[in-house]
């Protein structure tokens, strides 16, 4: 009987990946019918050398804001266009999934809210959306600078060390030191787990960095080569990727046990009216274990996890990353930072309230998600055919698409069109001040904080989805306000006591991409105490 069931499964899985490869050859040959779209001619040698993005935005100065990009027999649909983005994502949503994103993510997410089929993303994302209450995210404060504090701690130690030498400045692979920062902060977010990076290494956070490695270096690849049978087994850096998975999903296994041990069953309204300010454990996990009704098997929760894990870290990281790059480049905007963190904090800590009112370092953060937003391309495939509007200056009548269609929608080509932004490759923090008519755009109704009204930042309201900051529609992220208030506390407590200036010129920082944009080989920085605070600063005294 036991040999019986094995090669049924055996069969299974055989049979499985005949469907995946079958799947995935008709879509690879799945051209479609795209009606009068204009095609973009694609070769290899646009792959190489720089990220697909670039090449995409100049393809779409070339054909427009809606063409068809093709490779050889693969085709996919190139969207740079706030109307067509506001069709896809919000009035038609339920019509397209992740398709490629999903292929190559589900291997390392399972089943969590960013690849899920759409059946199981309606039945997590009504669990998990609570769990972001105003309670947590003001308990999250509180760690955001708790955080922050150790990566401080760390460089006045080493300034001291330096100082010793004469040296007033350290330099610093900021992006390094970011990422850490934002590993920490969603390990005892997310399941109250301290990997404790920014001082230490440890197997599980080389785990978590060879995965991401892993998942960045297949969304370079459209096609989905690990997908091949025994790969997993045969191919060194697939096995490495799987004892990395392992080590990983061990970890979250035990936290998940030991969740469930405690577990203190209670109702939703109950949970997010806790006394959270003085809660041991504040974390997501906590609260999705502990609600009623919500019970899940384990095996989804570790996809839940995982997947948030991954998904607000790396992110919450380059928007830091990007944000000094910027403001290096404008020591007036750094000044005009800092005289605000002084003018609501002076030496003290944010809070979840002197938050509200760093405006100015917000609007920061958001302009460094315009000019390089995480995820640079949104991946979307139709379910079904359907209509897609012609976009700004396109096809009156729209274009048809047929099932199966793939989509990318380009938020870089959105963020930086200059058909909706003025002066579109400059950092101006201060054009969301500004309200923007839509008129003689069809279809767009401009920029307007109105629409919005007490929003926490300039989202794709506001801006009628010719800015996506955090994606929109029904799956849009739901980290966002978390992740808004993590990178103003960091950018905050670093500018409060740090000048930053650049190590080499802005062009010798390369870019590259997979999930997200990051350099090639880190942010090196000057970081040096400011030497406007004087005797106030402990540092430079
Ligand atoms: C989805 C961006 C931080 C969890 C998304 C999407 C974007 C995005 C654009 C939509 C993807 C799509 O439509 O295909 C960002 C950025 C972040 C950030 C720029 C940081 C600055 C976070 C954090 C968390 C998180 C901190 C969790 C704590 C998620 C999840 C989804 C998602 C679970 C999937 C939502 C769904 O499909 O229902 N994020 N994110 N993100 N994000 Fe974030």
Known sequence: ????????????????????????????????????????????????????FFS?????????????????????VVVSDPIVARHILRENSFSFDKGILADILEPIMGKGLIPADLDTWKQRRRVIAP??????????????TDCSQRSILKF???????????????????????????????????FNYDFGSVTKESPVIKAVYGTLFEAEHRSTFYIPYWKIPLAKWIVPRQRKFQKDLKVINDCLDGLIRNAKETRQETDVEKLQQRDYLNLKDASLLRFLVDMRGADVDDGQLRDDLMTMLIAGHETTAA???WAVFLLAQNPS??????????????????????????????LIAVESLRLYPQPPLLIRRALKSDNLPGGYKGNKDGYSIPAG??????????????????????????????????????????????????????????????????????????????ALMESTVALTMLLQKYDVELKGSPESVELVTGATIHTKNGLWCKVRPRSDLGEQNPVAA
């Open 319 to 321: 928007v830091l990353t």
């Open 405 to 482: 269609t793939d989509i990318f929608i380009s938020v870089y080509n959105l963020h930086r069109s200059p058909y909706f932004w003025d002066r579109p490759n400059e950092f101006e923090p201060e054009r969301f001040l500004v309200r923007r008519e839509g008129e003689g755009i069809e279809g767009w109704s401009g920029f307007d904080p109105s629409r919005s009204p007490g929003a926490l930042y300039p989202n794709e309201i506001i801006a009628d989805f010719a800015f996506l900051p955090f994606g929109g529609g029904p799956r849009k992220c739901i980290g966002d306000q978390f």
């Open 156 to 190: 006045e130690k080493l300034l001291e060390a330096n100082d010793l030498h004469g040296e007033m400045a350290i330099e610093l692979d900021l992006e390094a030191e970011f990422s850490n920062l934002a590993l920490d902060i969603i390990g005892l977010g997310v």
């Open 131 to 144: 769990a972001f209450h105003a309670l947590y995210l003001e308990v999250m404060v509180k760690v955001f």
């Open 1 to 52: 009987i036991r040999c019986q069931s094995t090669s049924t499964k055996e069969q299974k899985t055989k049979r499985n990946l005949l469907d995946n490869a079958s799947n995935f050859l008709t879509n690879l040959l799945s051209g479609g019918s795209l009606g009068s779209m204009p095609i973009a001619e694609g070769a290899v040698t646009d792959l190489i050398g720089r990220p697909l």
């Open 56 to 76: 995409l935005y100049d393809w779409f100065l070339e054909h427009g804001s809606v063409y068809k990009l093709a490779f050889g027999p693969k085709s996919f």
């Open 333 to 362: 905007k750094m000044k005009k930072a800092q005289a605000e963190i002084d003018s609501v904090l002076g030496q003290e800590r944010p809070t979840f309230e002197s938050l509200k009112k760093l405006e100015y370092i917000r």
